[in-house]
């Protein structure tokens, strides 16, 4: 059943949407001042955005009390930048990050930017640190998943620090959404458009506690 949106909720939405683009903005600005370039929120400034954020491992792991911010204000420019590339829409139930994710809507593939932001900063740090934030992984419908996951891992190899960079993220999404894509058409669904109430079912109930 599908709830109607109160004006209360739709209230907190769009504060939470500000929040998004606040995050992005100082994403924006931190990245101008630590290497003297500008980002456009185009997929091509993307190498810029990870090597900010390998400047930023070593700053991490000496101030950990860092990594919440940076990793929610260069997840909200990633998810951005996805979300206007692939044509998505950001997912904001509540002020919890880990239940933040932006969902495209061409095919049904939704992933938390903030959680992708988080290991592509922790990685260096072991299996344990990358998976103390919000999870990276893409979430499919059930029976799409064998078939995306034998696609990605048919990929080249590459280094794990290359694996968790936002620009090899972005080329992951890139390739499910054209898997994801071409497998709808051959079942006559390739025009089929998903929103909000499609994705709630896959995505209610994620919050910090259960993941953990």
């Avoid at 080249?156 to 960079?165: A, T, V």
Wanted: proline share 6%; hydrophobic share 45%.
């Amino acid at each position: 059943m599908v709830r109607a949106m109160s004006k209360a909720d739709e209230a907190d939405v769009l504060a939470l949407a500000e929040e998004v683009r606040e995050l992005s903005a100082r994403c924006e600005q931190h990245v101008r001042d630590a290497v003297g370039m500008p980002l456009d929120g185009s997929v091509e400034t993307l190498p810029i955005l990870d090597h900010y954020v390998r400047l930023s491992i070593e700053a991490c792991k000496r101030r950990p009390e860092l990594l919440p911010l940076l990793s929610r204000t260069v997840g909200a420019y990633f998810g951005q930048v996805v979300a206007d590339h692939l044509g998505g829409f950001w997912w904001l139930p509540s002020s919890d990050v880990y239940t933040w994710h932006v969902c495209l809507r061409s095919v049904f593939l939704a992933f938390n930017p903030i959680g992708m932001a988080h290991a592509a900063l922790t990685w260096s740090q072991g299996p344990e640190a990358v998976h103390d934030g919000p999870p990276a992984e893409l979430r499919l419908q059930a029976s799409y998943r064998d078939f995306i996951e034998q696609r990605l891992e048919a990929l080249p190899p590459m280094r794990e620090g290359d694996f968790f960079s936002l620009s090899s993220r972005l080329e992951g999404l890139e390739i499910a959404a054209a898997a994801l894509g071409e497998a709808m058409a051959t079942t006559g669904h390739g025009d089929q458009v998903f929103d909000d109430d499609d994705y709630s079912e896959e995505l209610a109930g994620l919050t910090a506690p259960a993941l953990h």
